[in-house]
């Protein structure tokens, strides 16, 4: 085959620009975005009109009550609180004040006939459950480190006996489990010593292109004369490649950055969906993948409908999020600019390229709070930043859960338009402090679970944690001879509360049901379908009293497997999955 000589030279320059950023250099180029880069985001509002599958959509939002002190306010009725959707007060359905326990849940455990569960054993009750994040892609090496110090100091003084507390990290590989939920600050204290860091996505690329990638700006050289490239002009695109080829591979790395971070954020949400209680996420971070101007801003392109996701199944999990910059007090000295200068390669020891840098950084530094402080209130949570002292942050974080209100109202969906809906929570108490989260998006993927339908089944079966969206246990039967393969009989059983009935519909339901048994970490074999229809009317009280039972199998030579068997209700897009060994003689 005759290859273009032109695009081998743009391949191969893209290659070597990549060599360089692997290597820790950035590909030198004159730059200048000026004092104030404005920034040029997607938001959620441009998708338009949209349209509901149901009627009846209820909103929660968790509210923390505390008075100047810090401590919790008990006792709280429906009178005390108004809630305001884009400043108009809503009829409050529910409110619920939740103390949640400090015991710890007790794990589902396979029993001598072969049975495995999503449920835990006293998983009924609200609980403390508190899941600790260090991010290593968002967060430069060597803040990584003091993350992690501070970590360890706030494991060994301010954990409560009998809080649950999982540690898992998000890099360049995904999401990765370092310690399941425990009680025993000693044990997650030993995985942390465990974990090292990563050079996160932006290592390499000088202040200026970072500033350019967060703001969305277009970094040229100020001397030049503005050239508009024509679509079809190939020379002007790589004359513009040539220029600014490191801005366009910064944001293919930040485009990567979004996803893991968003995928590993789902990946939390949908393990917890099933376990009562506000849970608090602790995220120890050096930024957001992407700066938002506003709560409606969104990454753009096929990101969004991730992000809807995430952000959605949050809401649903009731987490909260707690971005804690890793990197604790932040000053620019000129010291501090000179030695940023020198490891770029860039600028000099004063002058315009200098303050340049200085003004730059100080913009993404404000900005990157800005958006982690948007992020959490978006959540309920609470962002703490520019402070050494982070032990306190985590430990102010846990605190929330263990006390709030949950406030419920029915969403109006004759409001059809996309976009971003303010909350905002009054109580009529003089001296008191609330917090809860100030909004939650309104578009195709979160009024619609049909449109995360192929992600949810995807993310359930590459996840480290189980889905509890839907509670359920899986019971294997002996095997039967089928040919070469053993034919592996199982029986699966929801309660009632695990599927979702249309009973205004002729009692309508839609489950989708797959299992993949994986040997080695590779598929071995799998079956799934669709189970949908109509309930007869004199089922539904058969249904209350024993769930939903039935039977599959599933072929497979002899051998040792892990078998994943997940069921996503259609209506509700909830999601449950059971991971169970077997053995095949």
């Given at each position: 085959?005759?290859?273009?000589?032109?695009?081998?030279?743009?391949?191969?320059?893209?290659?070597?620009?990549?060599?360089?950023?692997?290597?820790?250099?950035?590909?030198?180029?004159?730059?200048?975005?000026?004092?104030?880069?404005?920034?040029?985001?997607?938001?959620?509002?441009?998708?338009?009109?949209?349209?509901?599958?149901?009627?009846?959509?209820?909103?929660?939002?968790?509210?923390?009550?505390?008075?100047?002190?810090?401590?919790?306010?008990?006792?709280?009725?429906?009178?005390?609180?108004?809630?305001?959707?884009?400043?108009?007060?809503?009829?409050?359905?529910?409110?619920?004040?939740?103390?949640?326990?400090?015991?710890?849940?007790?794990?589902?455990?396979?029993?001598?006939?072969?049975?495995?569960?999503?449920?835990?054993?006293?998983?009924?009750?609200?609980?403390?459950?508190?899941?600790?994040?260090?991010?290593?892609?968002?967060?430069?090496?060597?803040?990584?480190?003091?993350?992690?110090?501070?970590?360890?100091?706030?494991?060994?003084?301010?954990?409560?006996?009998?809080?649950?507390?999982?540690?898992?990290?998000?890099?360049?590989?995904?999401?990765?489990?370092?310690?399941?939920?425990?009680?025993?600050?000693?044990?997650?204290?030993?995985?942390?010593?465990?974990?090292?860091?990563?050079?996160?996505?932006?290592?390499?690329?000088?202040?200026?292109?970072?500033?350019?990638?967060?703001?969305?700006?277009?970094?040229?050289?100020?001397?030049?004369?503005?050239?508009?490239?024509?679509?079809?002009?190939?020379?002007?695109?790589?004359?513009?490649?040539?220029?600014?080829?490191?801005?366009?591979?910064?944001?293919?790395?930040?485009?990567?950055?979004?996803?893991?971070?968003?995928?590993?954020?789902?990946?939390?949400a949908l393990s917890l969906s099933g376990m009562p209680g506000r849970k608090a996420l602790i995220?120890?971070?050096?930024?957001?993948?992407?700066?938002?101007?506003?709560?409606?801003?969104?990454?753009?392109?096929?990101?969004?409908?991730?992000?809807?996701?995430?952000?959605?199944?949050?809401?649903?999990?009731?987490?909260?999020?707690?971005?804690?910059?890793?990197?604790?007090?932040?000053?620019?000295?000129?010291?501090?600019?000179?030695?940023?200068?020198?490891?770029?390669?860039?600028?000099?020891?004063?002058?315009?390229?200098?303050?340049?840098?200085?003004?730059?950084?100080?913009?993404?530094?404000?900005?990157?709070?800005?958006?982690?402080?948007?992020?959490?209130?978006?959540?309920?949570?609470?962002?703490?930043?520019n402070t050494n002292d982070l032990a306190t942050s985590f430990r102010l974080a846990a605190d929330?859960?263990?006390?709030?209100?949950?406030?419920?109202?029915?969403?109006?969906?004759?409001?059809?338009?996309?976009?971003?809906?303010?909350?905002?929570?009054?109580?009529?108490?003089?001296?008191?402090?609330?917090?809860?989260?100030?909004?939650?998006?309104?578009?195709?993927?979160?009024?619609?679970?049909?449109?995360?339908?192929?992600?949810?089944?995807?993310?359930?079966?590459?996840?480290?944690?189980?889905?509890?969206?839907?509670?359920?246990?899986?019971?294997?039967?002996?095997?039967?001879?089928?040919?070469?393969?053993?034919?592996v009989g199982f029986n699966v059983h929801l309660p009632a509360t695990g599927l979702m009935i249309?009973?205004?519909?002729?009692?309508?339901?839609?489950?989708?049901?797959?299992?993949?048994?994986?040997?080695?970490?590779?598929?071995?074999?799998?079956?799934?379908?669709?189970?949908?229809?109509?309930?007869?009317?004199?089922?539904?009280?058969?249904?209350?009293?024993?769930?939903?039972?039935?039977?599959?199998?599933?072929?497979?030579?002899?051998?040792?497997?892990?078998?994943?068997?997940?069921?996503?209700?259609?209506?509700?897009?909830?999601?449950?999955?059971?991971?169970?060994?077997?053995?095949?003689?």
């Amino acid at each position: 085959m005759r290859r273009c000589p032109l695009l081998a030279f743009v391949s191969l320059l893209l290659l070597s620009s990549m060599c360089l950023l692997a290597q820790g250099q950035a590909v030198p180029m004159p730059s200048n975005i000026g004092d104030s880069p404005m920034p040029s985001v997607h938001h959620a509002e441009e998708e338009g009109r949209l349209e509901f599958k149901s009627q009846t959509v209820l909103v929660q939002v968790p509210v923390v009550v505390t008075d100047k002190a810090g401590a919790h306010v008990h006792g709280l009725g429906r009178d005390h609180f108004k809630v305001f959707e884009n400043g108009k007060e809503q009829k409050i359905s529910s409110v619920e004040e939740i103390q949640a326990t400090h015991t710890p849940f007790v794990a589902p455990a396979a029993v001598p006939k072969g049975e495995f569960s999503n449920v835990a054993a006293n998983g009924d009750s609200p609980r403390v459950i508190t899941v600790i994040v260090l991010d290593t892609i968002n967060t430069p090496f060597t803040d990584q480190a003091h993350g992690r110090k501070e970590l360890l100091k706030y494991l060994a003084n301010s954990v409560d006996p009998g809080q649950m507390v999982a540690l898992v990290t998000i890099g360049s590989g995904g999401m990765r489990v370092i310690q399941p939920p425990t009680a025993d600050p000693a044990v997650l204290a030993q995985a942390l010593k465990k974990v090292s860091g990563e050079l996160d996505s932006m290592h390499g690329v000088d202040v200026d292109t970072q500033a350019a990638i967060a703001s969305g700006e277009v970094i040229a050289d100020p001397a030049a004369p503005v050239a508009v490239v024509a679509p079809g002009d190939v020379g002007a695109q790589l004359q513009d490649f040539v220029l600014h080829g490191d801005t366009t591979i910064g944001r293919m790395v930040q485009q990567r950055a979004i996803e893991v971070t968003m995928k590993g954020f789902l990946t939390i949400a949908l393990s917890l969906s099933g376990m009562p209680g506000r849970k608090a996420l602790i995220w120890v971070t050096g930024g957001f993948p992407f700066y938002m101007d506003s709560p409606s801003a969104v990454p753009g392109g096929y990101l969004s409908a991730l992000y809807y996701r995430a952000m959605q199944a949050m809401n649903e999990a009731e987490i909260s999020v707690y971005p804690v910059d890793a990197k604790g007090l932040v000053t620019y000295q000129s010291d501090s600019v000179l030695h940023s200068t020198s490891n770029t390669g860039l600028g000099g020891f004063g002058g315009p390229s200098s303050s340049r840098q200085l003004s730059n950084r100080s913009w993404l530094q404000n900005s990157t709070n800005d958006t982690l402080k948007d992020f959490a209130e978006m959540t309920g949570g609470r962002a703490f930043y520019n402070t050494n002292d982070l032990a306190t942050s985590f430990r102010l974080a846990a605190d929330d859960s263990s006390s709030y209100y949950l406030l419920g109202y029915y969403l109006d969906t004759k409001n059809t338009k996309a976009g971003w809906r303010q909350l905002k929570v009054k109580i009529d108490k003089p001296g008191t402090q609330v917090r809860s989260r100030n909004g939650f998006f309104v578009t195709g993927a979160t009024a619609d679970p049909e449109v995360s339908r192929k992600l949810d089944m995807q993310f359930a079966f590459a996840s480290p944690f189980e889905s509890t969206g839907i509670p359920m246990t899986v019971s294997w039967e002996d095997a039967t001879p089928s040919g070469d393969k053993k034919k592996v009989g199982f029986n699966v059983h929801l309660p009632a509360t695990g599927l979702m009935i249309d009973q205004a519909n002729n009692n309508h339901f839609s489950m989708d049901f797959s299992a993949i048994a994986f040997k080695k970490d590779v598929n071995a074999g799998n079956i799934g379908r669709t189970m949908q229809g109509n309930l007869p009317a004199g089922s539904m009280e058969k249904l209350k009293a024993s769930g939903v039972n039935f039977k599959s199998a599933i072929e497979l030579t002899p051998g040792d497997y892990m078998v994943r068997v997940v069921i996503r209700d259609n209506l509700s897009g909830r999601i449950g999955s059971v991971s169970a060994p077997l053995t095949v003689n």
